[in-house]
Nanobody
Framework: QVQLVESGGGLVQAGGSLRLSCAAS????????MAWYRRAPGKQRELVAS???????KYADSVKGRFTISRDNAKKTVYLQMSSLKAEDTADYYC??????????????????WGQGTQVTVSS
């Protein structure tokens, strides 16, 4: 129902910047919580940043002050601006969309959608 297409990953030198984009399909993008996750080899998947429909943002401690998540509801796109990149930021990054359908207030239904992932490699 919701398709997520990511772009912007690549190879960057430590201290550099990248901007990841996630373009979403569907007519209810504005109702979804959007998030970026990442997974590095040998590590668990980590929530990097999230943004609610109202614009409330949350960040992992490891990226606070360096990464910024934003959304453009008109363009149905979420961004992750990554600055001051470190080698430990190297990972596959995934876009996620989540919503809870509360049409049935007794049995709300949750939906999760994932992008294909984009690789970010930070070199020294």
């Amino acid at each position: 129902q919701v398709q997520l297409v990511e772009s912007g990953g690549g190879l960057v030198q430590a201290g550099g910047s990248l901007r990841l984009s996630c373009a979403a399909s569907g007519r209810i993008f504005s109702l979804h919580d959007m998030a970026w996750y990442r997974r590095a080899p040998g590590k668990q998947r980590e929530l990097v940043a999230s943004i609610s429909p109202s614009g409330t943002t949350k960040y992992a401690d490891s990226v606070k002050g360096r990464f910024t998540i934003s959304r453009d509801n008109a363009k149905k796109t979420v961004y992750l601006q990554m600055s001051s990149l470190k080698a430990e930021d190297t990972a596959d990054y995934y876009c996620n969309a989540h919503r809870t359908d509360r049409s049935d207030s007794v049995y709300p239904r949750e939906f999760d959608y994932w992008g294909q992932g984009t690789q970010v490699t930070v070199s020294s």
